[in-house]
């Protein structure tokens, strides 16, 4: 062996060990108690006047600087809008910690760059069409008894009315399912307190189906409507055959969110432009904002989601585009749906913990108004109606169930929950986030008064959702809150005319009017709705696939994985089957040699084991690129219909030696002078390991 062979050899050998040996020295536990000397105080107060720091930053940096290798408290799981991604994000320290490919191909993750027949981009077709980004709004992580799981994320896709189920063993979509009501949805995602259901509500009225209607026929052909898809855990997929959808008028449906403890088993959705405006500036109409905002209330729905479910499995839906779908007159019929008015185009619907308490923010009435569910269900029970809607559903009197009302400040949105008994609504007009007290059993959790405005934080700058740890659930934690702030203007360096989102983190571990902002973040990679936060110890991320050779996308062991000593090339007809392994710092085979317009499939197994040593695998012209993590097994295919000498290689920077982990595909043009050389049939031999 030569010298140069040794020496290449032993720095393979080297960065093999890499991640497994006593250089990693993560710091996981506490440090020993701080105590400043006066030389260290007086350099802190040196520095903090150097950089113009008051007493405040340097309290809000010690409560988000991480040390290197200590992990964040909680994850953040962000929509992406319209990048069509997920973001996870560490807190308190807001650092980026991963983007979640979802309805956008992303080549780091290989996500859609499988060659040919690629699956993601097959599970991006709609009608045909791939329609290869998303609008995500609203995150949603499983639960259990109304608590996060860590198991699973969903997420919707405004635009195109897609919900995706997301793995959090590995954080990987497995599953798109397209609405086939619907072309665009809203209030997605949300799920039932133990994920029996994923619920995807809707928003712009529409033929159901697909369907085609001039907008002179809205009010008779238009319709809205809400989607439970039936999650199946065990299977770890929506369970299609075994979902359903609720016909509803054509109003606005906005957000939706599902009861929990004395409100499980219903759910709640907004609407606005119960005015059923038709728009038509272009025709002297008046504009959509001014039509849709001419009433003073629309309407709350009141869902009651076991009943729908009762009625679907006794077979009372009817086929739209083949699903089955509740409509307006069985709800009615059967008790299914009740409305509340509600003040002024509300855009969000938040139950607290304990489920009594429905907060609804109008986006042009500066109260939050909350209504009850004892309240709701004894106005059901003694037919406490004010009316019934055009369509024949009745409409609750709005005094029977009406808890309280809240002036908080201008443009209402969205509301969370901590472990002290207040509730935070953002103020989008206002660019402020409102903590006020709820009442009830939570009176006795804060010395305020009950429903009562108790402080105002301002943000920068206009808010959409927030997002509080754990403030969905039926136990917030508190502590910490992010403010979604759409606008960021003047809070960082520009960045040309198109600005980052502002993610900023406020504590609210205190009581009272202390809420101060700790930090900002710039969200530059799309305009992310809703997220949600989770304590990280919930999440059991896989460190490496369990086995060599393991599927992703049916999470199990693939017979079809290339195993070691096995790799080879080999053809049948035009047909053409590529059997790699992976490793630091070969693939084995590095020469594959096809002809033109060969009909390749191409296997390649990562037989890595330790966490981190994952490897790419691109080959330039193609359109292939893979992530190969540790123990993952990826195919692809494609016709070779360039002829030419290709060198793939491994994308991800993975050894010492990476730069030599690479090979040719090299393929033949036809009628070249040389008849075709047998390729090998037989294993190649493995590689010098
Ligand atoms: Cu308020 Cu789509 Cu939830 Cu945006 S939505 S802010
Ligand atoms: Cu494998 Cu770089």
Same mark, same amino acid.
């Given at each position: 062996?030569?010298?140069? /062979? ?96 979802? @309805?956008?191909?992303?080549?780091? %993750?290989?996500?859609? @760059? ?17 329609? =290869? ?7 949603? /992580? ?8 860590? &198991? ?34 809203? *209030? ?42 039936? @999650? ?12 359903? #959808? ?12 599902? *009861? ?18 038709? *728009? ?83 986006? !042009? ?102 997002? =509080? #740890? ?30 980052? %989102?502002?993610?900023? !983190? /406020? ?19 799309? &305009? ?28 199990? /062991? ?23 392994? =992976? ?9 594959? &040699? ?61 050894? =010492? ?7 040719? !595909? ?24």
């Amino acid at each position: 062996m030569s010298l140069v /062979l040794a020496a290449a050899m032993c720095m393979g050998v080297v960065a093999e060990s890499h991640g497994q040996d006593t250089r990693r020295r993560r710091r996981t536990e506490e440090a020993k108690p701080v105590e400043l000397t006066p030389a260290q105080v007086a350099e802190l107060t040196r520095l903090a006047n150097e950089r113009k720091l008051n007493a405040d930053d340097l309290m809000a940096a010690a409560k988000t600087f991480m040390p290197s290798g200590r992990h964040d408290d909680y994850v953040l799981f962000s929509s992406g809008g319209q990048s069509g991604q997920v973001f996870a994000i560490g807190v308190p320290s807001m650092r980026l910690l991963r983007s979640i490919s979802v @309805f956008t191909p992303e080549s780091w %993750q290989g996500y859609g @760059f499988a060659g040919d027949n690629d699956h993601v981009i097959e599970s991006l077709k709609i009608n045909g069409k791939v329609v =290869a980004w998303g609008d995500t709004h609203h995150p949603a /992580l499983s639960e259990t008894k109304g608590d996060y799981d860590g &198991e699973w994320l969903f997420i919707g896709d405004k635009a195109n009315a897609r919900v995706a189920v997301i793995d959090l063993r590995d954080w990987e979509t497995k599953q798109i399912v397209k609405n086939p009501l619907t072309i665009s949805d809203h *209030g997605a995602a949300f799920v039932t307190p133990n994920t029996e259901y994923v619920i995807e509500g809707g928003q712009y009225a529409t033929v159901l189906g697909y369907g085609y209607a001039p907008p002179e026929e809205y009010k008779k052909s238009y319709r809205g409507m809400v989607t439970l898809w039936k @999650f199946d855990r065990a299977k770890g997929r929506i369970d299609v055959a075994n979902s359903f #959808a609720l016909e509803l008028p054509p109003y606005w449906q906005d957000l939706a969110d599902a *009861g929990k403890n004395a409100s499980d088993g219903w759910f709640f959705i907004n609407s606005f432009n119960v005015e059923m405006a038709t *728009g038509g500036v272009e025709k002297g109409n008046p504009p959509f904002e001014a039509g849709a905002s001419k009433r003073d209330t629309d309407y709350l729905h009141i869902v009651d989601w076991k009943k729908a479910e009762a009625v679907f499995k006794a077979g009372k839906a009817k086929a739209i585009n083949g699903f089955p779908v509740i409509t307006l007159d069985t709800s009615a019929a059967e008790g299914i749906l009740y409305f509340a008015p509600e003040p002024k185009s509300p855009h969000g619907v938040d139950v607290s913990p304990n489920g009594q308490y429905m907060v609804v923010a109008g986006k !042009l009435d500066p109260h939050v108004t909350v209504y009850s569910i004892d309240k709701i269900k004894a106005a059901i029970a003694g037919k406490k109606f004010s009316g019934k809607d055009e369509y024949g559903i009745s409409v609750l009197d709005f005094d029977a169930v009406v808890e309280a009302q809240v002036e908080l400040g201008l443009g209402p949105l969205h509301t969370q929950f901590d472990d002290k008994g207040y509730a935070y609504t953002s103020l989008f007009l206002d660019s402020a986030v409102a903590r006020w007290t709820l009442g009830g059993e939570y009176a006795k959790l804060n010395p305020e008064q009950p429903w009562k405005l108790v402080h105002k934080t301002p943000v920068q700058y206009n808010i959409g959702h927030l997002c =509080a #740890a754990e403030g969905d659930t039926v136990s917030p934690d508190g502590g910490y809150l992010i403010s979604m702030s759409k606008w960021s203007v003047d809070r960082f360096l520009t960045t040309g005319p198109l600005l980052p %989102q502002n993610f900023q !983190l /406020l504590d609210i571990s205190a009581t009272g009017t202390t809420m101060p902002v700790i930090y900002d973040s710039p969200i530059g990679v799309g &305009e992310p709705h809703y997220c949600q936060m989770i304590k990280a110890d919930k999440l059991k991320s896989w460190k490496v696939y369990p086995e060599v050779g393991w599927n992703p996308h049916t999470q199990r /062991l693939d017979p079809n994985a290339p195993k070691k000593g096995q790799e080879g090339v080999k053809r049948d007809g035009s047909n053409v089957l590529v059997t790699m392994t =992976a490793i630091r710092s070969h693939f084995t085979p590095e020469h594959v &040699e096809i002809q033109e317009g060969d009909h390749v499939t191409w296997r390649i197994t990562a037989i890595e084991t330790t966490q981190d040593a994952t490897h790419g695998f691109c080959i330039g012209g193609y359109n292939v690129n893979l992530s190969l993590e540790p123990g993952e097994y990826a195919e692809f295919s494609f016709v070779a219909d360039r002829p030419g000498t290709y060198p793939f290689y491994c994308t991800e920077f993975c050894s =010492a030696l990476h730069l030599e982990m690479m090979g040719y !595909l090299h393929v033949k043009p036809r009628g070249a002078a040389e008849a075709a050389p047998a390729v090998p049939s037989t294993p190649v031999a493995a590689g010098s390991n």
